[in-house]
């Protein structure tokens, strides 16, 4: 079965990021996977729950260790 595709507006809306925040993550790292189809950038939407999910800590001690 085939993923549904998001534009980075559309990712960054899911996420309650801002585009700029998700365009820099491709550059530097740290964001989600995302699909370069020609030029166009494209996130899947299990990419976005996993770098979400990733992300996820139980206290700010937990989110440094982590680094």
């Known amino acids: ?4 595709l998001y534009t980075v ?3 960054a ?3 309650k ?3 700029s925040f998700l ?3 491709r550059l530097t790292g740290g964001g989600p996977k995302f699909v370069r189809l020609g030029r166009a950038i494209r996130y899947r939407i299990e990419d ?3 770098w979400a999910a990733d ?3 139980g206290s700010t001690s937990e989110y440094g260790a982590a680094q």
Not at 1 to 4: D, W
């Open 55 to 57: 992300g996820a800590a």
């Open 17 to 19: 990021v801002s585009e």
């Open 13 to 15: 809306r899911w996420a």
């Open 23 to 25: 365009n820099k993550a």
């Open 48 to 50: 976005l729950e996993s």
């Open 9 to 11: 507006s559309e990712a």
């Open 1 to 4: 079965m085939a993923s549904e």
